[in-house]
């Protein structure tokens, strides 16, 4: 995922709770009949990048609705998104998730070690360009938040590209320092410290201790489940991990504090874990604020889309559509009954 991430030392810490502001809404399930299958293509740049972009379309996609353009964070790539797209499309909605450059199976172009925010908001403006011909809800995680905040932001031009935006775990539109400073102080500097080696190493493709502390659920936390969140699970991210992260985004870039919310003002839905180590709640307040935005605390880790109960976050995205989207409204609710891990 393009992002940083926290892992809490002590046990005890892990289940300490925020002050959160959980989700109340409809309990509302929406019904899968079959599972969407998802095809992995390439979009060929015309600086000889070619950009990995996952696709899920419903066998009856509904016109009505807009398409969902998901953003990656730090280390992970379009694959983390299955579970999101497999969910969405069965609602009738077309999904794209790409992995931006050096991520995923996307190529890394001229760019060594790093890859910079003017180079990553290119290729989005071109994948963009190639995939969309109605302006989508984008959807960024972590890192991938700040970019989605920094794409909005870069020019009058792009607000026609945004239907809404939702910020998932994401990176705040101010630079880092104040989150930085709460994780500190509520998990240690050793904590700290790990979590930079991390990224700085990363070591999350090697230590799968490290691995859980900063992106998924502890074995004894709430909503754990074996299936989503088991050492297998996470052994299989992991060298995903290792083996599909071959560019890091250089974080000095994203640090121009975004002036106004622009386009993203009241279209914004601000979405975070109460057992996030790396995106506190603090800073998923200071985001919704800055936007305008509503701001949802789910019982879940960083990665929200991945963990044991990503179903929370699944579904509240979806209230919040049918409610930004009155149109999109008109699908049965009962269970979902097939989703592949």
């Not at 945004?162 to 102080?185: D, E, G, Q, Y």
Request: hydrophobic share 40%.
């Amino acid at each position: 995922m393009i992002g940083f991430a926290c892992h809490a030392s002590p046990t005890s810490l892990l289940h300490q709770r925020a002050t959160p502001r959980l989700h109340r809404r409809r309990t509302r399930r929406h019904t899968v009949t079959s599972c969407t299958k998802l095809n992995s293509r390439f979009v060929d740049l015309s600086t000889g990048v070619q950009i990995e972009v996952i696709t899920g379309t419903p066998p009856n996609a509904a016109t009505n609705k807009p398409p969902l353009l998901f953003v990656h964070g730090s280390f992970h790539g379009a694959w983390c998104w299955h579970l999101y797209q497999q969910y969405f499309a069965a609602l009738g909605y077309v999904t794209y998730a790409v992995s931006l450059r050096g991520a995923g199976k996307s190529s890394t172009g001229n760019s060594e070690g790093k890859v910079y925010l003017h180079e990553v908001l290119d290729d989005l403006d071109a994948v963009y360009d190639a995939l969309c011909t109605v302006p989508p809800v984008v959807v960024g995680h972590s890192t991938g938040g700040l970019l989605v905040q920094q794409w909005a932001a870069r020019s009058a031009a792009n607000a026609a590209k945004f239907a809404a935006a939702v910020l998932c775990c994401s990176k705040p539109p101010s630079r880092f320092n104040a989150m930085t400073w709460r994780i500190t102080r509520r998990y240690g500097v050793g904590f700290a410290w790990r979590m930079a080696m991390g990224f700085i190493q990363n070591r999350f493709a090697t230590d799968l201790d490290l691995c859980r502390e900063v992106f998924f659920t502890a074995k004894d936390g709430p909503g754990y489940a074996e299936e989503y969140e088991g050492d297998e699970k996470l052994l299989e991210y992991m060298h995903k991990f290792g083996t599909m992260s071959r560019l890091a985004v250089d974080l000095k870039s994203t640090q121009v504090p975004i002036s106004h919310p622009g386009i993203l003002n009241g279209r914004t839905l601000v979405v975070g874990g109460e057992y996030d180590r790396t995106v506190d709640v603090g800073t998923l307040k200071q985001t919704a604020e800055f936007y305008g935005g509503e701001e949802l605390v789910l019982p879940t880790p960083h990665d929200i889309m991945l963990c044991s109960q990503w179903r929370l976050s699944a579904d509240a995205i979806a209230d919040w559509l049918d409610e930004k989207f009155p149109s999109t409204q008109g699908m049965p609710f009962s269970t979902v009954t097939q989703i592949e891990h």
